[in-house]
């Protein structure tokens, strides 16, 4: 009786130092999680800071508004270059490695921008632009830790993390340069992107993903071991459901990409505001931003199937394209900002989640940087067409596109099945 009940009370422990275990995984898993927040809202404010400094910088050292618009191509081509290049990097070395590649890119980043006396070192220091991706790197982190289920929800949190960027850094950029110069905001982000950095070395594990997600199958086998291939590219466009969901991503928010582009020039010509009231009008955008993303995208995602909210921000997207169509004073637009942002929200972590589903787990950070590169190509090509088009027909062409695109899309994902198939590893 004694050794029975002995045994009996070995097996209890033994049960309860595995619930603990268990326990402490899911707190770390979570802590993670948080951690990689925090990476990204800090990777957000600096980048804002420098956005809302560089055309300030530009005209100081003489760059008139055609080589300013050369300064911003040269960026989105390395950022749509740099996506997929960072995306494998993560795949081969981990999240982790990314991530630090990805801050200490943007401190060397800061550090030129901060000598940067004339046109060619302002130029030079785009170059670092190639490897910071910061909020794909979180993604990688978050999409390694999470189960399918939980995916898209802790994806949809970090458009809270983009909304205090937009925020914060807007501001903070804005007060430092004009206090106490044009420069000290560069100083700000290179002491930030640095403290960023060592933050991933010390909170970020040195493997994130589960044990069995090592063992690659004879299906995920990558054929080609370099960090850029067309090869690769078009291997993972393969997998089922994987080239259709990523054409309705990339064209349901080309129209407004193309809008928002303009949007300086509509702001002042078309809406008649001034530099503060856009100031305004953008910490507008980023409060909207973490509502929808913060409040609305993580319950809606655990109430819904993924094919639901991705036909239904397409829906919302087609009424945006009305609304703006028919817009004609900034408070009208302020109406239309609500839909606006949950739509763009939604599709872009829906479509997050459905594709590193859709692909083996050895490829979610290929396919996250496929992804992040969708935003930078629109701000490659965008200005050229986006200036023809406010041109020739005015703000109302950019709605009635984006009334036809998406309307098109809806028609299609409603009478297409689309084979949404979750990959195992």
Not at 323 to 333: C, D, E, N, Q
Not at 360 to 380: E, K, N
Request: net charge positive.
């Amino acid at each position: 009786v004694s050794t029975m009940n002995a045994k009996t009370s070995s097996a209890g422990e033994e049960e309860a130092s595995g619930m603990s275990n268990e326990t402490l995984g899911e707190a770390k898993r979570r802590q993670v999680i948080r951690v990689a927040y925090v990476i990204a809202a800090l990777d957000l404010t600096f980048l804002f800071m420098q956005m809302g400094l560089m055309p300030y910088l530009a005209k100081s050292l003489g760059l008139d508004s055609v080589g300013f618009g050369y300064l911003q191509t040269i960026f989105g081509v390395l950022q749509l270059v740099g996506g997929y290049i960072f995306g494998r990097f993560a795949d081969q070395f981990g999240a982790r490695a990314a991530l630090i590649l990805s801050c200490a890119s943007g401190s060397f980043f800061f550090l030129l921008m901060s000598l940067s006396t004339n046109i060619p070192l302002l130029f030079l220091s785009r170059l670092p632009g190639v490897f910071m991706h910061g909020i794909p790197g979180a993604q990688k982190v978050i999409t390694d830790v999470t189960t399918p289920s939980q995916r898209a929800g802790a994806l949809g949190k970090l458009g809270f993390c983009f909304g205090a960027g937009i925020i914060t850094g807007s501001v903070v950029g804005g007060v430092l340069s004009t206090k106490f110069g044009v420069y000290v905001p560069t100083y700000v982000g290179l002491v930030g992107s640095l403290i960023n950095t060592l933050i991933a070395v010390v909170w970020i594990p040195s493997q994130t993903k589960p044990k069995s997600d090592h063992h690659r199958t004879e299906h995920s086998t990558s054929p080609s071991g370099s960090l850029f291939s067309i090869r690769e590219i078009l291997r993972l466009m393969k997998f089922p459901g994987v080239m259709e969901v990523f054409i309705v991503k990339v064209f349901a928010g080309f129209p407004i990409g193309l809008f928002m582009i303009m949007f300086s020039i509509i702001s002042m010509d078309f809406f008649g505001l001034e530099a503060v009231e856009s100031g305004y009008l953008m910490s507008y955008f980023g409060v909207l931003q973490m509502v929808v993303q913060g409040l609305v995208v993580g319950n809606l995602a655990s109430r819904c199937s993924e094919m639901t909210l991705l036909r239904l921000s397409v829906f919302v997207f087609a009424c945006v394209g009305l609304g703006m169509a028919l817009m004609r004073t900034v408070w009208h637009y302020c109406i239309i900002a609500a839909p606006l942002v949950f739509a763009f929200s939604m599709l872009a972590t829906i479509t997050d989640s459905i594709l590193t589903k859709a692909v083996p787990s050895s490829d979610t950070g290929a396919m996250l940087g496929i992804c992040a590169s969708v935003q930078p190509l629109t701000r490659t090509v965008g200005p050229t067409i986006g200036g023809v088009l406010y041109k020739q027909f005015g703000v109302s062409s950019f709605g009635y596109l984006q009334l036809m695109v998406n309307l098109g899309l809806f028609v299609y994902l409603l009478k297409s099945k689309i084979p949404l198939e979750e990959m195992k590893s």
